[in-house]
């Protein structure tokens, strides 16, 4: 089954400790992507990758890092998570930028 | 970079009527125009796309009407049902091969 996969599905954490959240698809795509989805906000484009070990900033990328050295994964670290982080976060899959993206379950991130 | 305006942020109508959903974009290069669906506590799914070389697309009772000179585009469903009611997104593929969307519509069919 076409899928993309993120964990963990659902996080609190405290301020400063480093988490990671994965992203993996299974459907041979050379575009990923990051998003934060905060009420009122929208889908707002954290980082995105056109290939492997190409990437590049979204939006709002301040306090997150990401890095694709393969192409089924598009892993998301916070080194020093924030209240501020606190979000429900989708990674994204498409063929190109241009073409139907494909989300993951999404992660809820809580930062206390 | 791209900039996108979706209006509006809600929406309500009666079971059966239209309900119509636009957005702005800034940059005349964008040539590729995609809706989404998110149900409460759902991911986005894509529900529509059209692209710059082509003025409108139907599927069923929802359709997207594309403006190129004016830079808009909008969603258009018709004889709405409760299972309509969701999070629309509108987004934007540009010339940076990258997809940016707007902030969302929430809709309410009212039965």
């Known amino acids: 089954e076409a899928q993309v996969t993120q964990n963990p599905r659902y996080l609190i954490t405290v301020t400063g400790k480093k988490l990671t959240v994965t992203c993996s698809q299974n459907?041979?795509?050379?575009?990923m992507s990051w998003y934060r989805q905060d009420p009122g906000l929208g889908l707002r484009q954290i980082y995105y990758s056109m290939n492997v070990e190409v990437t590049d900033k979204g939006d709002v990328p301040e306090g997150y890092k990401v890095s694709r050295k393969e192409k089924r994964n598009f892993p998301l670290i916070l080194e020093s998570p924030s209240p501020n982080q606190t979000s429900l976060y989708f990674c994204?899959?498409?063929?190109?930028?241009?073409?139907?993206?494909?989300f993951g379950q999404g992660t809820r991130l809580t930062v206390v | 970079g791209e900039n996108v305006e979706q209006h509006p942020s809600t929406l309500s109508v009666q079971e059966g009527d239209s309900a119509v959903i636009k957005c702005t974009y800034s940059d005349s290069a964008s040539n590729y125009f995609p809706w989404y669906k998110q149900e409460l506590g759902k991911r986005p799914q894509l529900i529509i796309d059209?692209?710059?070389?082509?003025g409108e697309k139907k599927d069923q009772r929802i359709a997207v009407t594309l403006n190129k000179t004016a830079k808009h585009f909008s969603l258009h469903i018709t004889e709405t049902q409760p299972e309509d009611s969701a999070v629309y997104f509108c987004a934007v593929g540009g010339s940076q091969g990258n997809l940016i969307f707007g902030k969302g519509t929430k809709l309410s069919v009212k039965p």
């Open positions: 994204a899959s498409s063929l190109t930028g241009l073409t139907e993206a494909f």
């Open positions: 059209i692209r710059s070389n082509v």
């Open positions: 459907m041979n795509h050379e575009y």
